[in-house]
């Protein structure tokens, strides 16, 4: 160890473990919208059918989804900051095979790179910063940095592909993550402090693998039995291995003597609550942004730069309104906080059904504001609970375990709200063409197209003078789509809102919950980092409820 290191003091060590960790989930997360809202222009540059396209976003979601898990055991076995430095250089690799790519196989390559390197950085971060900051009570403030800057990457990345779009090529859309992802391994080497569970655990392979295999399994059935049909072969086969895999998961970690996930946590009602509302919540959500992005650019017909701009509200909203909520957790209690702000996000949902091609950018604004903060008081404090729901020295596989249930939601949210939507669509096209006068073997055409190729495939046709004629259908159709889509999202966020309203309960339950749990996980040791917990176990803001 040279000189410089050993002259730094614990309070510099502890923020730039915090500011890296920051930096990691920023991004893990900044492929996310940035690739959303440039399918059009790679779909154009790589000419690429509708389906190849729609395997760009789930190249990086599916290994995210399938191996937080896995990434979140090796850090506890194997040092957190070796599993940092790994999912950095996965993210820089992958964004620079991704920069290089010249078709669609290469970029799925890039792609699927960069998704194992968010999954090892997502719980890795999370585990950095409980390590760092041991009290639970401080601990809150810094998740919630940590959930802001998730959201600046979300709200950035439509900025940076517009900026990108209006004047360079697609592919420069993954420059930025080259460099950030360097820099910030060249940081840490020196810097990061590392950590460990040091009681016992130990690589689960039979958990890991099973858990892998229902993950994919499930999410690819439901990717392409939206896309396709559930009847197909292949789709009835996917999600069976899914259903086995996930069975065999519960068996072997009930089984093994250091489980990658140790399904007693579930025995806390804070820890079960925040899994579903997270799962649910970004079922939802990221399905909401797939749709909304189509509104945008179908209906309205902005640009790239434009519909950014638009988006960009929701996570600039969660940002203002997330910033104090770390705080607030030790004031208000985390139940009705992330109840609020669910039914904050149904309510918002709801108002956009009103929506139609002439809406002004005002009308739309205040709604994806409202939705936005009532992200902002979600993700925080269910972020909070979740990792204090857990004995202390199982904070990394709480944090994998959140972002998995994460990750899963925003993988099945586009799939599941876009079989809703591409079904609606085609069941609601014929009417809106015959309404327009555009009827006969063309309207058939139109119709089977879109069946097949989907609504972007209709723009390729030769439309001749009815084309402004099909070209509004299409939007009539596709409001019709997205009512239905934001009407489901909303139903998704009342159903969440309640599991929090039921399984949050008065904190002397979850007292009692919490000390049943760490009796089960008393054989990994550290009795006094488990009492800490269990007095945080299912609560972020113990000092608010002291008073009974």
């Known amino acids: 160890m040279n000189a410089t290191t050993t002259a730094i003091r614990p309070t510099d060590r502890r923020a730039t473990t915090i500011v890296m960790a920051c930096l990691g989930v920023f991004v893990a997360y900044l492929p996310i919208t940035t690739v959303a809202v440039s399918l059009p222009a790679i779909q154009r540059a790589l000419h690429t059918s509708t389906a190849q396209l729609s395997w760009v976003q789930d190249a990086f979601v599916l290994p995210m989804a399938a191996f937080i898990l896995t990434a979140g055991v090796f850090g506890d076995v194997h040092g957190r900051k070796k599993v940092f430095q790994a999912g950095m250089f996965f ?3 992958g964004a620079a095979v991704a920069l290089c790519a010249q078709n669609i196989q290469m970029l799925w390559a890039g792609q699927a790179l960069a998704g194992l390197g968010s999954a090892a950085l997502l719980p890795t971060t999370l585990a950095l910063i409980s390590h760092a900051v041991p009290d ?14 998730m959201l600046a990457a979300l709200a950035v990345g439509p900025v940076i592909a517009g900026v990108v779009l209006d004047h360079f090529a697609w592919r420069w859309i993954y420059l930025l993550s080259v460099p950030l992802a360097l820099v910030a391994m060249a940081v840490a080497a020196p810097l990061l402090t590392d950590s460990r569970a040091s009681h016992g655990r130990k690589l689960d392979w039979p958990g890991q693998i099973t858990a ?6 499930l999410v690819y059935g439901v990717i392409e039995g939206g896309a396709d049909s559930f009847t197909a072969t292949e789709v ?5 291995l899914g259903v086995v895999a996930l069975i065999a998961f519960v068996v072997v970690e009930k089984r093994s003597d250091s489980p990658m996930l140790d399904l007693a946590v579930f025995r806390s009602a804070a820890f079960t609550a925040t899994a579903l509302v997270a799962l649910i919540t970004f079922l939802g959500l990221i399905g909401f942004f797939f749709v909304l992005s189509l509104y945008f650019g179908m209906v309205q017909q902005l640009g790239t730069l434009e519909a950014g701009a638009r988006l960009l509200l929701v996570p600039v909203a969660a940002i203002v309104a997330g910033a ?3 705080r607030l957790m030790h004031r208000v209690p985390t139940r009705w906080m992330i109840s609020v702000g669910l039914l904050l996000i149904a309510g918002s949902l709801l108002a956009m059904t009103n929506l139609d091609a002439d809406t002004s950018y005002g009308s739309i604004a205040w709604r994806l504001i409202a939705l936005g903060v009532g992200l902002g008081l979600v993700t925080t404090p269910m972020t909070a609970t979740a990792v204090a729901a857990v004995p202390h020295h199982l904070a990394g596989m709480a944090s994998a375990a959140n972002n998995a249930f994460r990750q899963v939601g925003g993988a099945l949210g586009p799939a599941v709200l876009g079989a809703l939507l591409s079904t609606r669509v085609v069941d609601t096209l014929p009417g809106h063409l015959s309404d327009a006068g555009v009827t006969g073997t063309q309207a058939q055409a139109i119709v089977a197209t879109a069946k097949e190729g989907g609504l972007g495939a209709v723009a390729g046709m030769d439309l001749g003078s009815t084309a402004n004629q099909v070209y509004g259908a299409l939007g009539d159709s596709l409001l019709d789509g997205m009512r239905l ?13 309640a599991c929090a309203v039921v399984l949050l309960r008065r904190p002397e339950q979850r007292t009692r919950t919490g000390a049943a749990r760490t009796a089960s996980v008393a054989q990994h040791g550290n009795p006094d980092a488990s009492a800490e917990n269990t007095q945080a176990a299912g609560t972020a803001q113990p000092l608010g409820h002291r008073r009974s």
């Open 136 to 149: 639970f009570r401080e601990r809150g403030k810094f998740i919630g940095m940590w959930a802001m800057a």
């Open 212 to 217: 892998a295999v229902a993950v994919t399994a």
């Open 485 to 497: 889509c934001l009407i489901v999202a909303a139903v998704l966020a009342l159903i969440a809102a």
């Open 91 to 93: 993210c820089a690799a």
């Open 236 to 240: 009835v086969a996917a999600l069976a």
């Open 324 to 326: 104090p909520a770390g």
